[in-house]
């Protein structure tokens, strides 16, 4: 690690200035026990100077693979304060997939927790960790301060970068969108710290802004439900819509005053699930739509416009033949990436929508490639699964183009999916409806909680569930 970078990513000021800045005596964190502003400055001086007696320096590349914890948050702080490009892996990808990601990423150091750990449901993990330098490793090529891949749910994953700009500047659009905690207040944060809607929304923005960021313990309902009941501030949950699904579907859930909305990322929320929620708690299911390359794009923080979604201040978003496109300063990815993706400023998202010019509202439709072709007529099969997902007793619908349209669902009870292929007749014209059926317990999902949509993983998840 001799070698060093011109000074492209970071002096490191933006953590003691933005994030760590504040009375040391204010409660930052809440895992568990209350992590104080002094505790966490603390805490990560103490994480720099170990990850610069391991060879570290400013414009060096640190790749940080833990759980939800306060040690993650804490190496996270620590390589931007020595000036490093950090890069997030999630803690679940597999020795050969760290192996790739790591070969791709080339970093310095590597920490990574000293035993493995489990627990589906957890929160957050209590881990000690190691910090392995590479011999292979090499400084950062560019000016960007983090590094993430994206989620692969429909394809290989790309790496994502941003500068110090472009978190601060989703920070701050996160501070003007009306409804969005703000001081004095706590972010219940079930999405995951290590991908953007959690880092930046959650933890970034509650340092910045002094909310009070809480991990819950375990991510079921208990769980969720009594770290919102822990303090008497008012209270937003932040997650993706199956987690909105899994509160909706308590029952008689507590009166909770000081629950005022629950925000979700991810994915479109149903209606059915709204409507549960919404009602269940006396409290507001918000929607935001954004992506790894630029986090927050449009929201509906209250309900008040669905499925119509306001541009977040400072974003640029036009609709061309049905594709959201997403203007911004430069390509935010790092090393090979299709040419097509970024063209004159402008992102294709690959997500399908509309835009109306008299209310200026966004709605967003699925992907992009939902759109197929069946005996040369048009079948959109985000159509064809929120006509499934609306059926009673289905809980979780994901539908794809393997060999036909294929449908795989999560149900009640067994008599539902019997009976499923008549409601879907009456229900959808017979070139929509799909070939095969395929029941599961548990749709298999991405690291960010999106819905596994490659129809060989959901063969492979439906085969086992059969027992085949």
Known sequence: MGETAPKRCTEGAWVDDILLQGDGRDVALHLGEA??????????????????????????????????SLGCIVAMLAGWRAGAQVALLDYRLTTHEVGKAVARLTPQLVVEPVADVSGTLRG?????????????????ASQHILLQLSSGSTGPSKVIGRTVGSL?????????????????????????????????????????????????????????LKAVAAGDEPTTVLGVP????????????????????????????????????THGYDAELGVMYGMT???????????????????????????????????LPESPYVGPSDPTRF??????????????????????LGR??????????????????????ALPGITGAVVVQGTGIEAFVMVEERAVFDGLADCLAARLAPYKRPRTLHVLPELPRTATGKPVRNADVLRAAARSAAGV
Do not use: C
């Not at 710290?193 to 880092?199: A, E, R, T, Y």
């Not at 541009?311 to 061309?320: F, I, Q, T, Y």
């Open 293 to 327: 390359e630029a986090g927050v794009i449009a929201a509906d923080l209250t309900g008040a416009t669905r499925p119509g979604l306001t541009p977040a201040p400072g974003m640029r978003v036009r609709v061309e033949e049905g594709e959201i496109l997403l203007g």
């Open 168 to 224: 601060l500047a989703e920070i701050d659009r996160y501070g003007q969108l009306d409804g969005f905690p703000h001081r004095g207040e706590r972010t219940v944060v079930l999405a995951s710290i290590v991908h953007v809607l959690g880092l930046v929304g959650g933890l970034l923005y509650g340092l910045a802004s002094g909310t009070q960021v809480v991990l819950p313990a375990r991510q079921t309902v208990d769980g969720i």
């Open 35 to 68: 992590v104080s502003r002094a505790e966490l400055r603390e805490l990560v001086a103490a994480e720099q100077a170990r990850y610069q007696a391991a060879g570290l320096v400013a414009g060096g590349v640190v790749a940080v693979r833990l759980p939800p």
């Open 242 to 277: 199956s987690q909105a699904a899994v509160l909706a579907a308590a029952q008689n859930p507590p009166r909770l005053p000081q629950l005022r909305r629950m925000i979700t990322g991810g994915e479109l929320v149903r209606p059915d699930v709204w409507e549960r929620f």
């Open 368 to 389: 992009l490639d939902s759109q197929v072709s069946v005996g040369g007529l048009k079948v959109d099969l985000s159509e064809v699964e929120a006509s499934i997902s």
């Open 343 to 364: 063209v004159d400023g402008w992102l294709r998202t690959k997500d399908a929508g509309s835009f109306d010019d008299a209310t200026g509202l966004l709605t967003v």
């Open 124 to 140: 957050f993990f209590d881990v000690t960790t190691r910090v392995t330098p590479l011999r292979t490793g090499r400084p950062a």
